[in-house]
């Protein structure tokens, strides 16, 4: 199965497991998110929730080109655009306190994903960037409204998004991306992180999640990444993408 959903307790843990793609996005990803969130929302025993990827190279590698190449226009485009921004507004708003463990490389989308969650814990082996502006289009899940939303520094953010680039851990630690930068084991990472959070009552944590969420609601956080997707569907259609994924999978 390309994923895996795990709850054992109070901790509920999405894993893309598709190792041999680099954890890219398909459908059938989508549709287990779907159902994860689905879990957890309607669930009140779950006090975190996590996402990751299976194996050590790669967290998300963002959507599967030999999945979504195919799609020529804006039309064509934005219905998987659209779709999995909801997605991740639903995974930012989750109750709980929602946290990526990333385990390997986050571009592209990957690091939408993993800046729709509250914490990013980033094994110091990994690295990370918005790179879709290599290939000619913007975040199109709503990652940059995500970022614009949460990250304080607004030159830094906009430097991140726009110049497309790949950037080690401790460069991603050092622009304010990424919350704690980790040494070997992932999970054992993540339960150190847990073990400190467990000390304090999970209502504690769910009240000030709660007004995070009524900030972002306030703000219209929603609407912003759905336009985002839009903004990257017009871009989705032009010559420059078609070219640039051309060469990628080329050179692939």
């Known amino acids: 199965m390309s994923y895996k959903i795990e709850i054992t307790n109070g901790i509920a843990t999405f894993t893309i497991n598709r190792p041999e793609m680099r954890n890219a996005i398909n459908y059938a990803v989508m549709d287990g998110l779907e159902t994860f969130l689905s879990k957890v929302e309607s669930d009140d025993s779950i006090a975190f929730a996590v996402i990751t990827g299976a194996g050590d190279r790669a967290f998300c590698s963002g959507g599967d080109l030999s999945e979504f190449h195919g799609f020529r226009t804006a039309k064509e485009a934005y219905p998987m655009l659209s779709r999995m921004a909801g997605l991740l507004y639903r995974l ?139 903004q990257c569907a017009k871009l989705w259609e032009s010559d420059a993408h078609h070219e640039a994924v051309d060469r990628f999978l080329n050179k692939e």
């Open 92 to 230: 930012s708003i989750l109750p709980v306190p929602v946290i990526a463990l990333v385990n390997g490389a986050a571009v592209g989308g990957g690091c939408e994903i993993a800046s729709s969650c509250d914490y990013r814990l980033v094994s110091s082996k990994a690295k990370g960037g918005f790179i879709q502006g290599t290939l000619a289009i913007t975040s199109g899940w709503g990652g940059a409204s995500q970022l614009f939303a949460k990250m304080n520094n607004h030159t830094a953010t906009l430097k991140f998004l726009s110049e497309a680039k790949v950037h080690t851990a401790q460069q991603l630690q050092s622009i304010g991306w990424a919350t704690d930068v980790f040494e070997g084991d992932a999970q054992e990472a993540l339960e150190n992180f847990i073990s400190d959070k467990k000390k304090i009552h999970p209502s504690v944590h769910k009240a000030y999640k709660k007004l995070a969420i009524t900030n972002w609601t306030q703000t219209g956080l929603k609407d912003r990444m759905i336009e985002e997707a839009a």
